[in-house]
Protein backbone atom coordinates (compact mmCIF):
# COMPACT_ATOMS: atom_id res chain seq x y z
CA UNK A 1 0.00 0.00 0.00
CA UNK A 2 1.64 3.21 -0.82
CA UNK A 3 0.86 6.28 1.07
CA UNK A 4 -0.16 9.45 0.01
CA UNK A 5 0.69 13.22 1.09
CA UNK A 6 -2.15 15.60 -1.18
CA UNK A 7 -0.77 18.59 -1.35
CA UNK A 8 -3.78 21.18 -3.16
CA UNK A 9 -7.01 20.78 -2.90
CA UNK A 10 -8.49 22.14 -5.59
CA UNK A 11 -9.91 21.31 -8.96
CA UNK A 12 -6.80 19.65 -9.89
CA UNK A 13 -6.28 18.43 -5.99
CA UNK A 14 -9.53 17.13 -6.09
CA UNK A 15 -9.75 15.00 -9.61
CA UNK A 16 -6.71 13.52 -8.01
CA UNK A 17 -8.25 12.36 -4.83
CA UNK A 18 -11.01 10.81 -6.54
CA UNK A 19 -8.77 8.50 -8.73
CA UNK A 20 -6.99 7.37 -5.41
CA UNK A 21 -10.59 6.50 -3.70
CA UNK A 22 -10.50 4.30 -7.21
CA UNK A 23 -7.52 2.46 -6.18
CA UNK A 24 -7.92 1.32 -2.54
CA UNK A 25 -5.84 -1.29 -2.92
CA UNK A 26 -2.81 0.28 -4.24
CA UNK A 27 -2.86 3.72 -2.70
CA UNK A 28 -4.16 5.58 0.06
CA UNK A 29 -4.43 9.14 0.68
CA UNK A 30 -2.96 9.64 4.68
CA UNK A 31 -2.46 13.43 4.31
CA UNK A 32 -3.84 16.76 2.70
CA UNK A 33 -2.41 19.78 3.00
CA UNK A 34 -4.06 23.61 1.25
CA UNK A 35 -3.62 26.85 2.82
CA UNK A 36 -7.79 26.87 3.00
CA UNK A 37 -9.20 26.01 6.13
CA UNK A 38 -12.21 24.61 3.95
CA UNK A 39 -10.64 22.31 1.62
CA UNK A 40 -8.49 21.24 4.49
CA UNK A 41 -11.70 19.93 5.72
CA UNK A 42 -12.89 18.29 2.44
CA UNK A 43 -15.60 21.33 2.09
CA UNK A 44 -14.48 21.22 -1.96
CA UNK A 45 -18.54 22.72 -2.95
CA UNK A 46 -16.58 26.44 -3.81
CA UNK A 47 -14.00 24.91 -5.99
CA UNK A 48 -15.00 25.07 -9.34
CA UNK A 49 -13.10 23.40 -12.71
CA UNK A 50 -13.38 23.24 -16.50
CA UNK A 51 -13.33 19.15 -16.93
CA UNK A 52 -14.35 15.79 -15.20
CA UNK A 53 -14.86 16.68 -11.91
CA UNK A 54 -15.70 20.34 -12.91
CA UNK A 55 -18.27 20.76 -9.09
CA UNK A 56 -16.64 20.11 -6.01
CA UNK A 57 -19.10 18.65 -2.78
CA UNK A 58 -18.24 18.27 0.65
CA UNK A 59 -16.38 14.98 1.32
CA UNK A 60 -15.57 13.49 4.92
CA UNK A 61 -11.87 13.10 5.01
CA UNK A 62 -11.79 10.48 8.25
CA UNK A 63 -8.97 10.07 9.40
CA UNK A 64 -6.37 12.09 6.89
CA UNK A 65 -4.53 14.19 8.58
CA UNK A 66 -5.04 18.15 7.82
CA UNK A 67 -1.69 19.88 7.28
CA UNK A 68 -1.60 23.61 7.13
CA UNK A 69 2.46 23.70 6.27
CA UNK A 70 3.48 21.51 3.11
CA UNK A 71 6.85 20.80 5.33
CA UNK A 72 5.38 18.91 7.87
CA UNK A 73 3.06 16.60 5.25
CA UNK A 74 6.85 16.17 3.47
CA UNK A 75 8.82 15.42 6.78
CA UNK A 76 5.81 12.99 7.79
CA UNK A 77 7.45 9.38 8.20
CA UNK A 78 3.59 8.03 7.29
CA UNK A 79 3.67 9.53 3.68
CA UNK A 80 5.26 7.55 1.20
CA UNK A 81 4.23 9.61 -2.07
CA UNK A 82 4.03 13.58 -2.68
CA UNK A 83 1.07 14.51 -4.96
CA UNK A 84 1.87 18.34 -5.90
CA UNK A 85 -1.21 20.01 -6.68
CA UNK A 86 -0.71 23.27 -5.81
CA UNK A 87 0.17 26.88 -8.44
CA UNK A 88 3.59 26.39 -10.46
CA UNK A 89 5.12 28.88 -9.05
CA UNK A 90 5.32 26.73 -6.02
CA UNK A 91 6.10 23.56 -7.86
CA UNK A 92 10.11 23.12 -7.95
CA UNK A 93 10.88 24.14 -4.13
CA UNK A 94 8.17 21.40 -2.76
CA UNK A 95 9.07 18.95 -5.45
CA UNK A 96 13.12 19.09 -4.94
CA UNK A 97 11.95 19.29 -0.71
CA UNK A 98 10.49 15.88 -1.47
CA UNK A 99 12.62 14.18 -3.29
CA UNK A 100 15.60 15.15 -0.94
CA UNK A 101 13.49 13.99 1.84
CA UNK A 102 12.90 10.62 -0.24
CA UNK A 103 9.01 10.65 -1.16
CA UNK A 104 8.07 9.43 -4.13
CA UNK A 105 6.69 12.76 -6.10
CA UNK A 106 3.82 13.14 -8.53
CA UNK A 107 3.56 16.90 -9.94
CA UNK A 108 1.31 18.45 -11.63
CA UNK A 109 2.14 20.19 -15.03
CA UNK A 110 3.70 22.41 -15.88
CA UNK A 111 6.82 20.95 -14.63
CA UNK A 112 7.88 24.89 -13.46
CA UNK A 113 7.72 28.10 -14.82
CA UNK A 114 11.66 28.25 -15.93
CA UNK A 115 14.25 25.17 -17.84
CA UNK A 116 16.83 26.19 -14.95
CA UNK A 117 13.53 25.19 -12.50
CA UNK A 118 12.92 22.11 -14.27
CA UNK A 119 16.64 21.18 -14.39
CA UNK A 120 16.61 21.53 -10.57
CA UNK A 121 13.91 19.03 -10.26
CA UNK A 122 15.45 16.78 -12.55
CA UNK A 123 19.06 17.00 -10.43
CA UNK A 124 16.86 15.81 -7.40
CA UNK A 125 15.21 13.03 -8.76
CA UNK A 126 18.65 11.38 -9.13
CA UNK A 127 17.89 9.25 -6.10
CA UNK A 128 16.27 5.90 -5.46
CA UNK A 129 12.66 8.01 -5.67
CA UNK A 130 10.53 8.35 -8.59
CA UNK A 131 9.79 11.38 -9.43
CA UNK A 132 6.94 12.26 -12.84
CA UNK A 133 5.10 14.97 -13.82
CA UNK A 134 1.29 14.85 -14.23
CA UNK A 135 0.91 15.00 -17.80
CA UNK A 136 -2.63 13.54 -18.19
CA UNK A 137 -3.48 14.17 -21.67
CA UNK A 138 -0.63 11.46 -22.87
CA UNK A 139 -3.12 8.74 -20.86
CA UNK A 140 -6.42 10.55 -21.91
CA UNK A 141 -8.12 7.97 -24.07
CA UNK A 142 -8.64 9.98 -27.48
CA UNK A 143 -5.42 10.96 -27.46
CA UNK A 144 -3.42 7.53 -26.39
CA UNK A 145 -5.83 6.25 -28.90
CA UNK A 146 -4.21 8.59 -31.70
CA UNK A 147 -1.05 7.46 -30.83
CA UNK A 148 -1.52 4.13 -31.28
CA UNK A 149 -2.29 5.00 -35.23
CA UNK A 150 0.30 7.21 -35.94
CA UNK A 151 2.93 4.83 -34.55
CA UNK A 152 1.38 1.78 -35.87
CA UNK A 153 0.68 3.34 -39.45
CA UNK A 154 -2.48 2.22 -39.64
CA UNK A 155 -4.13 4.93 -41.92
CA UNK A 156 -0.88 5.97 -44.04
CA UNK A 157 1.35 8.65 -42.88
CA UNK A 158 0.48 11.72 -40.86
CA UNK A 159 0.12 14.65 -42.96
CA UNK A 160 -1.61 17.21 -40.73
CA UNK A 161 -2.38 17.59 -37.17
CA UNK A 162 -4.92 20.43 -35.31
CA UNK A 163 -4.27 20.53 -31.36
CA UNK A 164 -6.92 22.96 -30.13
CA UNK A 165 -8.01 24.06 -26.28
CA UNK A 166 -9.83 26.48 -25.32
CA UNK A 167 -11.51 28.20 -22.12
CA UNK A 168 -13.34 31.27 -20.58
CA UNK A 169 -10.49 32.77 -18.16
CA UNK A 170 -10.36 30.44 -15.54
CA UNK A 171 -12.14 32.15 -12.15
CA UNK A 172 -11.93 28.97 -9.66
CA UNK A 173 -8.06 29.05 -8.58
CA UNK A 174 -7.92 30.26 -5.04
CA UNK A 175 -6.94 33.86 -4.59
CA UNK A 176 -7.13 34.12 -8.65
CA UNK A 177 -3.57 33.18 -9.12
CA UNK A 178 -4.06 31.23 -12.11
CA UNK A 179 -4.57 34.86 -13.69
CA UNK A 180 -1.02 35.82 -12.59
CA UNK A 181 1.58 35.49 -15.34
CA UNK A 182 4.16 35.70 -12.54
CA UNK A 183 2.44 32.36 -10.54
CA UNK A 184 1.04 30.32 -13.31
CA UNK A 185 2.60 31.80 -16.68
CA UNK A 186 -0.44 32.42 -18.54
CA UNK A 187 -2.65 30.32 -20.63
CA UNK A 188 1.08 29.28 -23.14
CA UNK A 189 1.78 27.17 -20.12
CA UNK A 190 -0.65 26.67 -17.33
CA UNK A 191 -3.57 25.91 -20.71
CA UNK A 192 -1.04 25.20 -23.73
CA UNK A 193 1.36 23.14 -22.08
CA UNK A 194 -0.93 20.13 -22.77
CA UNK A 195 -0.83 20.20 -26.58
CA UNK A 196 2.63 21.16 -26.39
CA UNK A 197 3.59 17.85 -24.58
CA UNK A 198 1.32 15.88 -26.19
CA UNK A 199 2.99 16.89 -30.07
CA UNK A 200 6.15 16.49 -28.71
CA UNK A 201 5.25 13.34 -27.44
CA UNK A 202 3.77 12.29 -30.92
CA UNK A 203 6.33 13.83 -33.15
CA UNK A 204 9.75 14.88 -31.25
CA UNK A 205 11.10 18.32 -31.20
CA UNK A 206 10.45 20.51 -34.44
CA UNK A 207 12.88 22.07 -36.32
CA UNK A 208 11.37 25.84 -35.32
CA UNK A 209 8.33 27.09 -34.18
CA UNK A 210 6.65 30.13 -35.48
CA UNK A 211 3.62 31.76 -33.04
CA UNK A 212 1.05 34.83 -32.59
CA UNK A 213 -0.49 35.59 -29.55
CA UNK A 214 -2.67 38.05 -27.59
CA UNK A 215 -1.18 39.93 -24.76
CA UNK A 216 -3.01 41.69 -22.42
CA UNK A 217 -2.05 43.90 -19.79
CA UNK A 218 -0.02 42.26 -16.99
CA UNK A 219 2.00 40.79 -19.55
CA UNK A 220 -0.30 37.27 -19.71
CA UNK A 221 -0.39 35.66 -23.38
CA UNK A 222 -3.90 34.53 -23.07
CA UNK A 223 -4.36 33.77 -26.83
CA UNK A 224 -2.10 31.72 -28.72
CA UNK A 225 -1.94 30.34 -32.29
CA UNK A 226 0.98 28.58 -33.03
CA UNK A 227 2.88 26.46 -36.06
CA UNK A 228 5.67 24.15 -35.96
CA UNK A 229 7.72 23.30 -38.57
CA UNK A 230 9.08 19.55 -39.26
CA UNK A 231 11.84 17.47 -41.61
CA UNK A 232 8.77 15.31 -42.88
CA UNK A 233 6.44 18.44 -43.80
CA UNK A 234 4.08 17.12 -41.30
CA UNK A 235 2.01 20.30 -40.94
CA UNK A 236 1.60 20.85 -36.72
CA UNK A 237 -0.64 23.79 -35.80
CA UNK A 238 -1.54 23.99 -32.11
CA UNK A 239 -3.69 26.87 -30.86
CA UNK A 240 -5.24 27.69 -27.17
CA UNK A 241 -6.75 30.12 -25.32
CA UNK A 242 -8.63 31.07 -22.10
CA UNK A 243 -9.80 34.84 -22.94
CA UNK A 244 -13.29 34.38 -23.42
CA UNK A 245 -16.70 35.51 -21.48
CA UNK A 246 -17.97 33.57 -18.55
CA UNK A 247 -19.99 31.21 -19.63
CA UNK A 248 -18.16 29.74 -22.41
CA UNK A 249 -17.53 26.21 -22.12
CA UNK A 250 -14.42 24.31 -22.36
CA UNK A 251 -13.42 22.57 -24.96
CA UNK A 252 -10.40 20.15 -26.03
CA UNK A 253 -9.56 18.28 -28.90
CA UNK A 254 -7.72 17.45 -32.34
CA UNK A 255 -8.25 17.05 -36.36
CA UNK A 256 -6.05 14.70 -37.61
CA UNK A 257 -5.30 13.91 -41.45
CA UNK A 258 -3.45 11.19 -42.89
CA UNK A 259 -2.66 9.09 -46.14
CA UNK A 260 -6.14 7.16 -45.84
CA UNK A 261 -7.97 8.72 -43.11
CA UNK A 262 -8.73 11.78 -41.69
CA UNK A 263 -9.78 11.86 -37.36
CA UNK A 264 -11.70 14.96 -35.76
CA UNK A 265 -12.74 14.84 -31.89
CA UNK A 266 -14.00 17.70 -29.41
CA UNK A 267 -14.70 17.11 -26.15
CA UNK A 268 -17.36 20.16 -26.17
CA UNK A 269 -19.34 18.49 -28.51
CA UNK A 270 -20.17 15.52 -26.93
CA UNK A 271 -19.79 12.89 -29.44
CA UNK A 272 -17.23 10.13 -29.56
CA UNK A 273 -13.80 10.83 -31.88
CA UNK A 274 -14.99 9.88 -35.37
CA UNK A 275 -12.86 8.07 -37.93
CA UNK A 276 -13.35 9.23 -41.77
CA UNK A 277 -11.92 6.53 -44.39
CA UNK A 278 -13.24 7.41 -48.24
CA UNK A 279 -15.89 5.69 -49.30
CA UNK A 280 -16.89 4.15 -45.82
CA UNK A 281 -18.96 5.28 -43.17
CA UNK A 282 -17.50 6.95 -39.76
CA UNK A 283 -16.20 4.69 -37.80
CA UNK A 284 -16.13 5.41 -33.49
CA UNK A 285 -13.57 3.62 -32.03
CA UNK A 286 -14.45 2.10 -28.29
CA UNK A 287 -12.78 3.94 -25.61
CA UNK A 288 -11.80 3.29 -21.96
CA UNK A 289 -14.42 4.89 -19.18
CA UNK A 290 -12.14 6.26 -17.01
CA UNK A 291 -9.35 9.70 -17.89
CA UNK A 292 -6.28 10.78 -17.99
CA UNK A 293 -6.23 11.46 -14.19
CA UNK A 294 -6.69 7.39 -13.81
CA UNK A 295 -4.64 6.75 -16.43
CA UNK A 296 -1.30 9.14 -14.80
CA UNK A 297 -1.57 7.81 -11.36
CA UNK A 298 -2.04 4.48 -12.55
CA UNK A 299 1.21 4.68 -14.57
CA UNK A 300 3.12 6.42 -11.35
CA UNK A 301 1.66 3.46 -8.72
CA UNK A 302 2.96 0.76 -11.38
CA UNK A 303 6.67 2.67 -11.08
CA UNK A 304 6.74 2.70 -7.79
CA UNK A 305 5.68 -0.53 -7.46
CA UNK A 306 7.99 -2.17 -9.85
CA UNK A 307 10.51 0.27 -9.09
CA UNK A 308 10.95 1.48 -12.29
CA UNK A 309 11.44 5.14 -13.84
CA UNK A 310 8.13 6.16 -15.71
CA UNK A 311 8.55 5.57 -19.16
CA UNK A 312 5.22 7.34 -21.22
CA UNK A 313 6.48 10.58 -19.88
CA UNK A 314 9.57 11.58 -18.30
CA UNK A 315 10.98 15.05 -16.27
CA UNK A 316 13.40 15.23 -19.11
CA UNK A 317 10.12 15.70 -21.65
CA UNK A 318 8.56 17.80 -19.41
CA UNK A 319 11.20 19.90 -19.22
CA UNK A 320 11.62 20.03 -23.07
CA UNK A 321 7.43 20.88 -22.71
CA UNK A 322 8.53 23.89 -20.59
CA UNK A 323 11.00 25.27 -23.55
CA UNK A 324 8.95 24.81 -26.36
CA UNK A 325 5.82 26.56 -24.75
CA UNK A 326 8.52 29.41 -23.28
CA UNK A 327 9.97 29.44 -27.10
CA UNK A 328 6.51 30.03 -28.52
CA UNK A 329 6.37 32.64 -25.88
CA UNK A 330 9.40 34.45 -27.51
CA UNK A 331 8.26 34.07 -31.05
CA UNK A 332 4.50 35.83 -29.88
CA UNK A 333 6.88 38.35 -28.36
CA UNK A 334 9.24 38.78 -30.70
CA UNK A 335 7.20 38.08 -34.31
CA UNK A 336 9.72 35.90 -35.62
CA UNK A 337 10.19 32.33 -35.78
CA UNK A 338 12.52 30.67 -32.72
CA UNK A 339 15.02 27.94 -34.11
CA UNK A 340 14.75 24.40 -31.45
CA UNK A 341 17.89 23.11 -30.47
Request: glycine share 8%.
Amino acid sequence: MIRVGLIGAGFIGRNHFNQYEKLTDRAKVVALCDADADRRAGDWSKVGGNLADAQGTKRDLGNIKPYTDWRELVADPEVDMVDICVPTYLHREITVAALQAGKHVLCEKPMALKVEDCNEMIAAAKGPAKFMVAQCIRFWPEYVWLKKVVDSGEYGPLRALHLRRHSSLPTYALNNWISSPEKSGGAILDLHVHDVDYALYLLGKPKSVFAAGYQRTGGGIDRVYASWQYPSNVVLQLEAFWDMPPGFPFNMGFTAAFEKASVHWDCAQGVPLKVYVMGEEPKTPEMPAEDGYFGEICHFLDCIEKNVKPSITTPEESRDAVALALAEQKSVLTGKPVEIN
